[in-house]
């Protein structure tokens, strides 16, 4: 995967803290520190995202549905 550099503008007690996590190498250096955390943020995002969409299921059909696939599924078994 290729990379891009950035700068950004931090505040002094958050680079103090990534600092830390280097010196007690939990990171590496500074950039993977920001970068783990820009990543678990944004995934973090999508699975609430996906949970708030999934919350606008009308539960009732969802079951209905599921229990239609059921039923032919059972008709496709051989009988024993």
């Excluded at 950035?6 to 990171?27: G, P, S, Y």
């Amino acid at each position: 995967m290729s990379t891009t550099k950035i700068a950004i503008t931090v505040d002094d007690n958050l680079v103090h803290q990534v600092d830390e996590l280097v010196k007690e190498k939990i990171f590496a250096n500074r950039s993977k520190a920001f970068q783990v955390a820009i990543f678990e943020k944004l995934s973090h995002l999508h699975h609430t995202r996906l949970a708030q969409e999934c919350l606008k299921l009308d539960k009732a059909q969802e079951q209905a549905l599921a229990d239609e696939g059921l039923a032919e599924d059972l008709a496709q078994w051989p009988d024993y």
